[in-house]
Every structure is written in C-alpha cells, then in structure tokens.
C-alpha cells in the first residue's frame, strides 16, 4: 500500500549535479525523519543526509557543502540536490522514512558517477 518512489537518478560526469527525488505513494502518519541513504557495491549502507520535521539535517562529512536535502512535508516527499558530484558518490541511493513505529524504503536509484 505505502511505496517510496525514487526518481533522478543516471549517469554524470564528475563535477557534474544530479537532483534525486522520492514520492511517497499512500499515507505514512507522522513523519518524523526522512532521508537518502546509499550504498556502493561490496559496501555497507551509509547514511547521506536526513531532515527532521522541525528542520534538523544531518549529513556524513563526505557530502557536506555538496549535498543538500529538502523535503515537502505536505507530500511526505524528500529531494537530494547533489552537486560537485565525484566518483566515489556512485552508489544506489535509497530514501528513507521513519515515524517512530516503522521504517519505510524506497528500492533504490542507481546514480553512476564518471571520470
């Protein structure tokens, strides 16, 4: 019933920018955080960036002043504007949402950076 879509993922050149959005279809009550994560092959998943519903972000050291999220909190929607993209941020990128009672995931979006 509740699907978290992503979208905007693709190939770019380094330095390049990509604009990574997620949907949500259906109705998730109350909530509170949501966010990208992503995860290159033969690595663990890592935390991007998240935003709190009272504004609070939070990103891995890695993407900081390249990354920016943003959500619509009426739509329960999240976007990720990647600029100065680099090599080691290809990854899949999943987004994220949390209410406090459960976790929802989008399947991923491939994002493929070159040099």
């Known amino acids: 019933q509740v699907q978290l879509v992503e979208s905007g993922g693709g190939l770019v050149q380094a330095g390049g920018s990509l604009r990574l959005s997620c949907a949500t279809s259906?109705?998730?009550?109350?909530?509170?955080?949501m966010g990208w994560y992503r995860q290159a092959p033969g690595k663990q998943r890592e935390l991007v960036a998240t935003m709190t519903t009272d504004g609070n972000t939070n990103y891995t050291d890695s993407v900081k002043g390249r990354f920016t999220i943003s959500r619509d909190f009426k739509k329960n929607a999240v976007y990720l504007q990647m600029n100065s993209l680099k090599v080691e941020d290809t990854a899949v990128y999943y987004c994220?949402?949390?209410?406090?009672?459960?976790?929802?995931w989008g399947q991923g979006t491939q994002v493929t950076v070159s040099s």
């Open positions: 259906g109705t998730i009550f109350n909530v509170i955080t």
């Open positions: 994220a949402a949390d209410n406090g009672w459960f976790d929802y």
